[in-house]
Nanobody, 124 residues
Framework: QVQLVESGGGLVQAGGSLGLSCAAS????????MGWFRQAPGKEREFVGS????????YYADSVKGRFTISRDNAENTVSLQMNRLKPEDTAVYYC?????????????????WGQGTQVTVSS
């Protein structure tokens, strides 16, 4: 049974930093590309960033490029999202997702497994 469990959300002031982590189990982790998505109240779930199975390729939404960094540790079956220079508009529930195959992707429909989400709130 595949499980993805996010941790690290919380409340932070604008301009601050926060790190999220996602622990994966029940899958051959390096065979899965991993993505981060977010959903604000009343909005669609949107792509934040993704990383290939080897960790050699990363992709980011324009809105977070240069501020957020995705990394993964295939020995520990974890993927992380480091968020810097946070803005109030980054407030959302953040989800970790796994996609079979090594290639990262920005489309949420291409992902097979999802975590339960973790709340990130950025105050102004």
């Amino acid at each position: 049974q595949v499980q993805l469990v996010e941790s690290g959300g919380g409340l932070v002031q604008a301009g601050g930093s926060l790190g999220l982590s996602c622990a994966a189990s029940g899958l051959t982790f390096n065979n899965y590309a991993m993505g981060w998505f977010r959903q604000a109240p009343g909005k669609e779930r949107e792509f934040v960033g993704s990383i290939s199975g080897t960790g050699g390729s990363t992709y980011y939404a324009d809105s977070v490029k240069g501020r957020f960094t995705i990394s993964r540790d295939n020995a520990e079956n974890t993927v992380s999202l480091q968020m810097n220079r946070l803005k109030p508009e980054d407030t959302a529930v953040y989800y970790c997702a796994g996609r079979r195959g090594a290639a990262a992707h920005a489309t949420k429909e291409r992902y097979d497994y999802w975590g339960q989400g973790t709340q990130v709130t950025v105050s102004s």
